[in-house]
């Protein structure tokens, strides 16, 4: 029963409430003139600071790429952090409270740096202005970076060198911790470096030109932060900040098998970790954390915080934590929560929690040789049930909201890679995020507009080459054969920016893909493509073979077994991998195990065994979810 549990996620829409403030918003302080509704008013914006108070603009451009991407949040998540600058107002109810999702902290909350407040006090603003007015929150950004500057006895002005920010800039990521401030400023100069563009998530166009600036690092000694002094075992890189806040391992009560809330083990011996899991916490970070610490509920490796990146480390990663509703996965998965509400996305979907997850996830493969791939790297809504009866209950976190190819950007390996113009066979769903905004309802689960606007990370698949056919059903979700929707938490219909298929056929500027059994059609366009060709593998049943059976776990043959171990039942998952299919090959690599461990003490007998078989697995991406096939049922096929 334990095994069967699903961790922190989005099982049902959360309520309305969080709808976007008007990022134009005439401002209430009559001193802080609005830029303008076009998309050119943010560029303007940033020049019109920079020229105020100081601040050369290459220096606050990069520091508001690395808050927000230049977007203008509406009070961000827990923390009210506001704008393109992310403002915080320490003395505003955040919108998680203002909807009741706060709780009394499981820790002591960190202090938070009012950064909107004394923007206020510099600016002579008022804090309604510097919440809703592009300009006056970039001015507000301008005199923090110029106040700081000043304070540590540096020199200001349109013309300095960009290089001599560095202090001001390591000091507006709030942090207190020398390495983490460092961290903040070394990604805000390698904006400056590489130069960036894009078009915000408001329409607004702003560019960055490359620039070669010499960081000047050492000036950060002169804000006098702390030297990080992690306690617990904490497995983190430097310049994150993590602290240790240990899950419970305890029995709950008289039997053998009460206890929670993970296994121990002996990773990556046994099992080997080969995979990492993106969640989001449906949840605040408070009571992820009051959630985590009880032994009676689930654990995962590690949570992080909303407003600043922040992560807390529960687990020791030998130990098997309960968070992917598949005990296959759990056991060779480390399992990262992200504070946030999968149906409002961006607004809890901060840039720096993608940075801090992603310099994390990087230490992380890099540690435990995992490939940066989206096979390997993949969220709760990625991983199969382990029989028919669970695949309908399995999770979809983190949404149709989290912005895959940016997070792969910031792994270092984008998605783009490996990809060949020449290719055939297979194709990798690339929408681009920014411009992709498909339709989604249902986000209060009541009202079908509720979901407002916003970009996603996937292309709906239809049963025939056009716009008006229905969506393709998932006979695992519904078994009666209707078609999938456009709510929020259904996935049916979903080709997942990252993921690579099969290609069944095309049609003009439309493609068709094998997924869950059936073609699934999307608009490709050579002059404006979703998808690209890749090279890889696919497989097909074997010859002689009417169907191969797919599964949601890679678990050993009868034979491989110890006397004292029950035999764990291979059972095929609902859907049809026919002859004339193919499926695009994920992992040719896959472990072929099972974990046993159902009772407390690792000192039973015939228990916290890893049970190794010899027959072999491939992970294939079937659907929306992958899965795995016998090696024995299917040949591989090099794409062309």
Not at 11 to 37: E, I, K, N
Not at 490 to 514: C, P, S
Not at 598 to 619: A, L
């Amino acid at each position: 029963m334990r095994q069967s549990l699903v961790a922190l996620g989005a099982v049902a829409a959360v309520s309305a409430g969080m709808a976007l403030a008007s990022p134009t918003a005439q401002a209430a302080d009559p001193a802080a003139s609005a830029v303008g509704s076009d998309s050119a008013s943010r560029e303007r914006a940033f020049a019109a600071a920079s020229s105020e108070y100081g601040v050369p603009r290459t220096v606050l451009e990069a520091v508001s790429y690395a808050q927000t991407r230049w977007d203008f949040n509406p009070g961000h998540s827990s923390s009210g952090g506001y704008g393109p600058m992310h403002l915080v107002d320490a003395d505003l109810e955040s919108p998680a409270q203002a909807r009741g999702l706060g709780e009394a902290p499981a820790a002591a909350p960190a202090p938070v740096a009012d950064t909107l407040g004394r923007a206020a006090a510099l600016t002579g603003l008022s804090k309604d202005a510097l919440r809703t007015d592009e300009l006056a929150n970039i001015r507000g950004g301008a005199a923090l970076l110029a106040a700081t500057q000043k304070r540590l006895g540096l020199p200001t002005g349109e013309g300095t060198d960009a290089g001599e920010w560095y202090a001001a800039v390591a000091d507006a990521s709030g942090s207190a911790e020398q390495d983490v401030a460092q961290a903040f400023a070394d990604d805000a100069y390698s904006v400056i470096a590489s130069g960036a563009s894009r078009r915000t998530i408001d329409g607004k166009q702003v560019s960055l030109l490359p620039a070669k600036v010499k960081p000047q690092s050492a000036l950060v000694a002169k804000l006098g932060l702390h030297k990080k002094s992690n306690k617990g075992p904490v497995d983190c890189p430097p310049g994150l900040d993590c602290e240790w806040l240990p899950a419970p391992y305890a029995q709950t009560g008289p039997g053998a098998g009460d206890y929670g809330n993970h296994d121990l083990a002996n990773r990556p011996v046994a099992p080997k970790i080969t995979n990492i899991v993106i969640h989001n916490t449906e949840a605040t970070y408070d009571t992820t954390l009051k959630l985590v610490s009880d032994p009676n509920y689930l654990a995962w490796n590690y949570t992080l915080r909303s407003s600043d990146g922040h992560i807390a480390q529960h687990l020791d990663p030998k130990d098997v934590g309960w968070h992917a509703g598949n005990w296959y996965i759990n056991g060779h998965s480390i399992g990262l929560e992200h504070e946030g509400f999968a149906a409002t996305g961006a607004q809890w979907f901060s840039e720096p929690m993608y940075r801090a997850s992603a310099r994390l996830v990087r230490y992380l493969a890099k540690e435990y040789d995992i490939p940066l791939d989206m096979q390997h790297i993949f969220g709760h809504d990625q991983i199969p049930g382990v029989t028919p009866a669970n695949v309908a209950g399995m999770h979809w976190d983190p949404g149709p909201y989290w912005n895959w190819e940016h997070y792969f950007q910031l792994l270092g390996a984008p998605l783009q890679s490996h990809t060949s113009g020449n290719a055939k066979d297979l194709v990798r769903i690339l929408p681009g995020f920014e411009d992709n905004w498909q339709t989604v309802t249902y986000c209060d689960d009541k009202t079908a507009d509720s979901c407002g606007s916003q970009p996603t990370n996937f292309v709906y698949l239809h049963t025939a080459p056009s716009e008006s056919a229905p969506l393709v059903n998932d006979i695992g979700r519904k078994a009666n054969g209707a078609p999938s929707t456009t709510s929020v938490s259904d996935i049916g219909a979903r080709a997942q920016a990252g993921l690579t298929f099969a290609v069944a056929e095309r049609q003009g500027d439309w493609t068709a893909i094998w997924f869950n059994g059936v073609k699934g059609w999307f608009l490709n366009p050579a002059s404006a493509p979703t998808a690209v060709p890749v090279k890889g593998f696919y497989v097909v049943p074997k010859a002689g073979l009417a169907k191969a059976p797919v599964y949601g776990r890679a678990y050993p043959e009868a034979s491989a077994y110890p006397a004292g171990i029950p035999v764990q039942a291979l059972a095929p998952l609902q859907y049809t991998f026919a002859a004339g299919q193919r499926y695009a090959v994920g992992d040719l690599t896959v472990p072929t195990d099972y974990y046993r461990a159902t009772t407390f003490s690792p000192d039973t007998p015939n228990d916290h065994i890893d049970v190794v078989g010899k027959d072999r697995y491939y992970q294939i991406s079937l659907g929306h979810r992958f899965a795995f096939v016998r090696a024995a049922d299917v040949d591989v096929v090099p794409a062309r």
